[in-house]
Every structure is written in structure tokens, then in C-alpha cells.
């Protein structure tokens, strides 16, 4: 087994409440990283992954849409642990109604757009302000986006803008502005397709979806959340993924596009 040398090294770990939230989370632990746990309402799931975790941890709640709340969040990992060495952007929202862009409401955009981007550029700037005041060799920034960042997503483009500045415009913004920082700082992006969580169990309980969101891919199945935390803690490990940065690392099975006429 390769060893990723995250022990000891502290992860603040977004939206993980979640059903790749918490797989993240665990997989972390098993390889030792002290785990900052941050999550907006749903404290009980937290609760429950803090009591299963071999390793120090800290739940910390924020709503990650308001500057002060982020900033708050980053204070209160910092007087449980003196530095942060690698942040996972996870936390997201996804409006599961179809809606056309024609008939979108200009609340759901900017919601949308708030609860992924807006949230993704407060918790970014938080973890990069923390390395120009406490010094790093290295550090790592890894941005939880999506297929529709790469594809598009038919009325869901209110999802698939936001997911795809960050997978386009943050990561290959940010990893030439963290080693400014951080020498060997770097900035990756996993993008998911349709992963077994509880937030699309909705959708995925409908066997002819399943048969479309399979449709365009050579592995025909539905990711586990463990696909999508593997690959965030090879990006996370200086060991493993020392060289990598910048990279859009799609997790869908190899998926190709959408039928547009299935």
C-alpha cells in the first residue's frame, strides 16, 4: 500500500455532512490527518462521523455564502489546530427541478451561484490568506465540481456554470497563486458524475435515469462516494500527488457526454 503521508497533516473538509463528505472524511482518517468537519445544518450527521473517527477532529458549523461565517470557520479550526495543511471544497448545492433556462427564476441563479462559487471563493480566499500568515513549503486546494462543468447540464445551467468556473476558472486560476504562498502549493479539481448519495437517491431511485446516466460511459455503474474520496486524498498527498496541479480529474466512469435523443 502506498503511503500517502497525510498523517498528522490537518484537512478542512467542507460539506462534510454528506454522503461524499463523510467518505472523504474517512478515508482521511484512515490514512491519520487531523480533520477540521465543516457543515451548515445537519450537525446529528457530524456528530455521528466525529464518534467513528480514530483521529483528532473538530465539527464546525458555517454557512459558507457569507464571508464572516467562513472567516469564523478558519478562527475556530486554528484554535483547535495551529496550521491547515490541505482544504477540501465539497460543500454544494443542486436544485434537483428542471428549469429551463427561459423559465429559470433569478432567485434560483443566484442561489445557485452563491452556493457553490460564492462559497467556493470565500473558503479559497480564507485558506490562502491562512498561508500568506503562517508559512508553508506546501499545501493543497482540492475543488469538489462536477460532469455538468464538463458537459453542460440541461436545465440545470444554473449547476453546471457554477461547477464549471471552479473546475476552469478557479483551479487553473489559483494553483499559479498559491505557490506564491506555499512553494509547493497546489490546486486540483475532481469532477463527479452521478454518485450514490443522499442527495441524488431521489433521482437515482429511477432505474430509466440510471439507464441514461450510463448510457455514454464504458464502466456502466453508479460511483460510490469512496470513488470520489480516493481520488481527493491522492490529490490531498504531496507523496502521491506531488507534481499534480491545475488538473480537472473527471470520476464518471469515463463518460463521454449525454444522449440528446436516447
Avoid at 463528505?21 to 465543516?38: E, I, M, N, P, S
Avoid at 465540481?145 to 468556473?165: I, M, P, R, W
Avoid at 494553483?175 to 443522499?198: F, M, S
Wanted: glycine share 6%; hydrophobic share 45%.
Amino acid at each position: 500500500m502506498m503511503n500517502s503521508e497525510l498523517h498528522d497533516r490537518c484537512v478542512l473538509l467542507t460539506g462534510a455532512s454528506g454522503g461524499i463528505g463523510q467518505a472523504t472524511a474517512r478515508a482521511f482518517a484512515a490514512d491519520g490527518a487531523k480533520l477540521v468537519l465543516h457543515y451548515h445544518r445537519n450537525r446529528a450527521a457530524v456528530d455521528s462521523l466525529l464518534a467513528e473517527l480514530p483521529v483528532p477532529a473538530v465539527a464546525a458549523p458555517a454557512d459558507l455564502r457569507d464571508e464572516r461565517q467562513t472567516d469564523a470557520l478558519f478562527a475556530e479550526a486554528l484554535r483547535t489546530f495551529p496550521r491547515i495543511d490541505a482544504v477540501v471544497v465539497n460543500a454544494g448545492i443542486w436544485d434537483a427541478t428542471p428549469a429551463p433556462l427561459h423559465t429559470m427564476p433569478t432567485e434560483q441563479w443566484r442561489q445557485t451561484l452563491d452556493g457553490n462559487l460564492t462559497s467556493a471563493f470565500f473558503t479559497c480566499r480564507a485558506f490562502l490568506r491562512h498561508l500568506a500568515a503562517v508559512p508553508h513549503e506546501s499545501a493543497s486546494i482540492v475543488l469538489v465540481a462536477s460532469t455538468a462543468a464538463l458537459f453542460g447540464e440541461a436545465d440545470h445551467a444554473d449547476y453546471a456554470v457554477s461547477k464549471a468556473a471552479m473546475a476552469y476558472g478557479l483551479t487553473r486560476s489559483l494553483k499559479n497563486e498559491i505557490v506564491r504562498l506555499a512553494p509547493r502549493g497546489r490546486v486540483n479539481c475532481v469532477c463527479p458524475g452521478w454518485t450514490d448519495t443522499p442527495m441524488a437517491a431521489g433521482q437515482l431511485a429511477d432505474p430509466e435515469l440510471v439507464r441514461q446516466a450510463t448510457a455514454t460511459r464504458p464502466l456502466r455503474v453508479v460511483a460510490r462516494p469512496e470513488d470520489i474520496a480516493s481520488a481527493i486524498v491522492f490529490l490531498s498527498s504531496d507523496a502521491l500527488a506531488g507534481h499534480i496541479t491545475g488538473a480537472i480529474l473527471p470520476i464518471a466512469g469515463g463518460m463521454e457526454g449525454r444522449l440528446l435523443h436516447p
